[in-house]
């Protein structure tokens, strides 16, 4: 084989990847965090088939993950620890959105075929509707996006006008309130308003306590595509419109420059490529279709949305791009 080559083998494997999301959804390494070793005790704990669950482990012991203690007993190893991590079990539960984020590479062929997500075929329905058809999914999903999932984000972007003139924050789509929380705790004299779904925001309370933020915080539990809290400083876009195809894109910065008003100021992060950068394969493409814009694209949307872009560099958070109402 080549230096250069790969091992094809390797590369094509499932079994691994299906069976350490089994091992997360069935919660074994909880189990043997408590002490519980014997495959049956295993079994009976996680609600499964004992010769199955052997067969599993014993899989995954052949490739590094767990290790064997005995006969029909099996403990923990290094890498069988990170499964502890409540990052990982959300994003590798098969029972939440882990399921989908697994199930979801099986439209890859309809995605390059198409461009378009096939979401609705593995699932019956489109990414949005199927978190609205389904509460329990929606609670995975906003976990894997808060703090259990992306622990406490970064937010310590800077703007042209100057966080002195910053007197309110519209976070957009702005989930439990995680980023926020932390805008108005780095910033004590601004003012702040959630943005999301009501059953997303109604979670943010515990957040917002907890930074000891409450008297500065408000929520509006509704979709982004309707008219934004108006007459805010600054609307941030974190982490949103890289969800949504680029007509939707500029409906959601229609609304936020509509909002905004000639001082306002529009914030997006995460969502634009810096320069003429080409984008990767993403899974969050193949969830909902949307997809990261290069610059340029996003300089043309923005401005059919009534913004120009009035600065983009790379921050602490990622590529910061800023936007003013034209």
């Given at each position: 084989?080549?230096?250069?080559?790969?091992?094809?083998?390797?590369?094509t494997d499932l079994e691994t990847p299906w069976a350490i999301r089994v091992a997360a959804t069935l919660r074994l390494a909880e189990q043997m965090d408590r002490g519980i070793q014997d495959v049956g005790e295993l079994a009976d704990a996680a609600g499964c088939d004992a010769r199955a669950l052997e067969e599993l482990l014993g899989s995954l012991v052949g490739r590094g993950v767990f290790r064997r203690t005995g006969p029909g007993r099996f403990g923990l190893n290094d890498t069988a620890r990170q499964l502890l991590d409540p990052a990982a079990h959300v994003g590798l539960d098969l029972d939440g959105i882990g399921g989908?984020?697994?199930?979801?590479?099986?439209?890859?062929?309809?995605?390059?075929?198409t461009g378009m997500s096939g979401y609705h075929e593995a699932f019956g329905r489109s990414f949005w509707d199927d978190l609205d058809?389904?509460?329990?999914?929606?609670d995975s999903f906003d976990a894997l996006i808060g703090p259990v999932g992306h622990g406490?984000?970064?937010?310590?972007?800077?703007?042209?006008?100057?966080?002195?003139?910053?007197?309110?924050?519209?976070?957009?789509?702005?989930?439990?309130?995680?980023?926020?929380?932390?805008i108005l705790r780095a910033h004590p004299e601004v003012r702040g308003i959630l943005v999301d779904l009501p059953r997303t925001v109604a979670r943010s309370a515990e957040i917002f306590g907890a930074a000891g933020v409450s008297d500065r915080v408000t929520v509006s539990g509704q979709s982004f595509f309707d008219p934004l809290p108006p007459g805010a400083d600054l609307y941030l876009l974190k982490n949103v419109l890289h969800d949504w195809p680029d007509r939707e894109t500029g409906r959601i910065l229609r609304r936020c420059a509509e909002a905004a008003g000639p001082g306002g100021r529009v914030v997006t992060i995460g969502a634009v490529l810096p320069g003429e950068a080409s984008p990767a394969l993403d899974l969050v493409t193949l969830?909902?279709?949307?997809?990261?814009?290069s610059l340029p694209e996003?300089?043309?949307?923005?401005?059919?949305?009534?913004?120009?872009?009035?600065?983009?560099?790379?921050?602490?958070?990622?590529?910061?791009?800023?936007?003013?109402?034209?």
């Open positions: 084989m080549p230096h250069d080559a790969q091992d094809l083998s390797m590369l989908r984020m697994a199930g979801v590479w099986g439209t890859l062929l309809t995605f390059v075929r058809a389904s509460p329990g999914l929606a406490r984000p970064n937010v310590e972007f800077d703007v042209t006008v100057g966080w002195d003139r910053v007197a309110t924050v519209v976070d957009v789509g702005g989930g439990t309130g995680s980023a926020l929380a932390e969830l909902t279709g949307g997809r990261a814009s996003f300089e043309k949307i923005a401005a059919e949305s009534g913004l120009a872009v009035v600065a983009a560099r790379h921050q602490p958070p990622g590529f910061v791009v800023e936007c003013a109402p034209v």
